[in-house]
């Protein structure tokens, strides 16, 4: 975990604290904490990240909306 970044270290704990983790969710979530504008640019590249890490698990609700949930490691 010393290799994330700060906004991934966010992820993580906006992933865990949602009942619903889903992209636009979390992106609402980290919009409100950070009073700013997250782009998609940002947002999915550093879940992948999250994703690939093994922190992270991701799945599919439908064709357009994946779903977030920590794994035991994250």
């Given at each position: 975990?010393h290799?994330?970044?700060?906004?991934?270290?966010?992820?993580?704990?906006?992933?865990?604290?949602?009942?619903?983790?889903?992209?636009?969710?979390?992106?609402?979530?980290?919009?409100?904490?950070y009073?700013?504008?997250?782009?998609?640019?940002?947002?999915?590249?550093?879940?992948?990240?999250?994703?690939?890490?093994?922190?992270?698990?991701?799945?599919?609700?439908?064709?357009?909306?994946?779903?977030?949930?920590?794994?035991?490691?994250?």
């Amino acid at each position: 975990m010393h290799d994330l970044t700060g906004f991934q270290r966010d992820l993580l704990y906006v992933v865990n604290g949602l009942d619903d983790p889903h992209g636009l969710a979390i992106k609402d979530e980290l919009e409100d904490y950070y009073e700013k504008e997250i782009h998609h640019g940002r947002l999915y590249p550093n879940l992948d990240t999250l994703v690939d890490k093994g922190l992270v698990e991701k799945g599919e609700i439908d064709n357009r909306t994946n779903f977030y949930t920590l794994t035991q490691r994250g």
